[in-house]
């Protein structure tokens, strides 16, 4: 019987690459996103390979999240993984940065994260299951201008920790990738030049974006007697080992 996952921001960047893995590795691959047109074209990356299922809807809301995971348990089963991936960027010049930015990231990397991680739960109390979040590397360390994101971040980590303690009566594991310059949409100013802590801008080095996906993927295989708690990966010589 086929393990089921389920992806979300599955529509494009490391969702995607994510849900691609996941299809290869022969999940049963529910894919959400806000947009119902991004998650249509990663499925049709792998013409053929049915038994998955494409949910639009935006994680901030709590009733479209219930429902999009009830239609998960009805259409695939009680999922054995979740990849809490979906995220908001946010920022600029901190005096700058206006509530409704800030609303806007907190509400979607946060209790975004939160409702799914909260519905993959209470599907899991059953039989056991593996939550995974996307950190960041921003979970470590600031960038300039980007107190909104940043904050996020260092939130998912402790959301992290929680469910890591408070799933362990059911069977429920739970840890954290963090993740420096994968080469996505997101990221693609970052060959090009990027705002560095001394205020000059320089181009930074990427990394295969499939890597990030095999690593998850690794994750998720391990035996709910395992678990990797927190994971860096990140291009090797981008600036987050040193001064700068």
């Given amino acids: 019987m086929s393990r089921i996952a389920v992806i979300t921001g599955a529509g494009s960047g490391v969702g995607r690459a994510t849900a691609l893995a996941f299809i290869d590795a022969g999940y049963q691959v529910a894919l959400i996103g806000r947009r119902a047109q991004p998650l249509t074209e990663t499925l049709a990356l792998r013409p053929g390979s049915g038994g998955h299922l494409a949910l639009a809807f935006d994680i ?3 009733a479209a999240v219930d429902h999009g995971f009830a239609q998960i348990q009805g259409t695939l089963g009680a999922p054995d993984v979740l990849f809490n991936n979906a995220g908001l960027f946010g920022g600029g010049p901190f005096d700058a940065i206006s509530l409704g930015t ?3 990231v907190i509400d979607t990397n946060v209790t975004g994260a939160f409702l799914c991680a909260r519905a993959a739960f209470r599907l899991m109390k059953a039989k056991g299951g593996r939550i995974i979040n996307n950190g960041s590397l921003s979970a470590h ?30 069977n429920i594991a739970c840890g954290q990738i963090d993740i420096g310059n994968a080469a996505t949409e997101l990221t693609a100013q970052f060959s090009v030049e990027t705002l560095q802590a001394d205020g000059s801008r320089r181009r930074e080095p990427t990394m295969d974006v499939t890597k990030v996906a095999e690593a998850v993927l690794f994750m998720a295989s391990l035996p709910l007697d395992a678990n990797v708690q927190f994971m860096t990966i990140m291009a090797a010589a981008m600036p987050f080992i040193g001064r700068g």
């Fill in 60 to 62: 901030a809301d709590e």
């Fill in 102 to 104: 800030w609303r806007a």
């Fill in 141 to 170: 360390v600031p960038r300039p201008q980007s107190a909104p994101y940043t904050c996020s971040k260092h939130a998912i980590t402790g959301l992290t920790r929680s469910i890591s303690l408070d799933g362990r009566p059911w």
